[in-house]
């Protein structure tokens, strides 16, 4: 079991920034892809960013040119940087990972989710 945790979120000004940190940990071979979703009250969770453990990115096109995702694989740990945030931006962030195991079987995990809120 993978286990995933969240940190970072709180409430800051629109216009304002926000770093969230995700740690993987347990018994694993590898990591593959990382990432960061959100869930808006009364809306379905979606995707925010993700990134691969050779370093490719995609990212919502709401979040385009204001957020940053990165990792640092020998920490098993992704990172969303959160610039010229909105109030839409509001919503608890959950971090994902899909990893796989020494047997080579693949699986994935959420983290328990970390609130951010954007005041206008």
């Known amino acids: 079991q993978v286990q995933l945790v969240e940190s970072g979120g709180g409430l800051v000004q629109a216009g304002g920034s926000l770093r969230l940190s995700c740690a993987a940990s347990?018994?694993?071979?590898?990591?593959?892809?990382m990432g960061w979703y959100r869930q808006a009250p009364g809306k379905e969770r979606e995707l925010v960013a993700t990134i691969t453990s050779g370093g490719s990115t995609n990212y919502a096109d709401s979040v385009k040119g204001r957020f940053t995702i990165s990792r640092d694989n020998a920490k098993n740990t992704v990172y969303l940087q959160m610039d010229s945030l909105k109030p839409e931006d509001t919503g608890v962030y959950y971090c994902?990972?899909?990893?796989?195991?020494?047997?080579?079987?693949?699986?994935?995990?959420w983290g328990q989710g970390t609130q951010v809120t954007v005041s206008s």
């Open positions: 994902y990972a899909e990893f796989r195991y020494y047997s080579r079987a693949t699986s994935w995990s």
């Open positions: 347990g018994t694993f071979f590898s990591i593959n892809v």
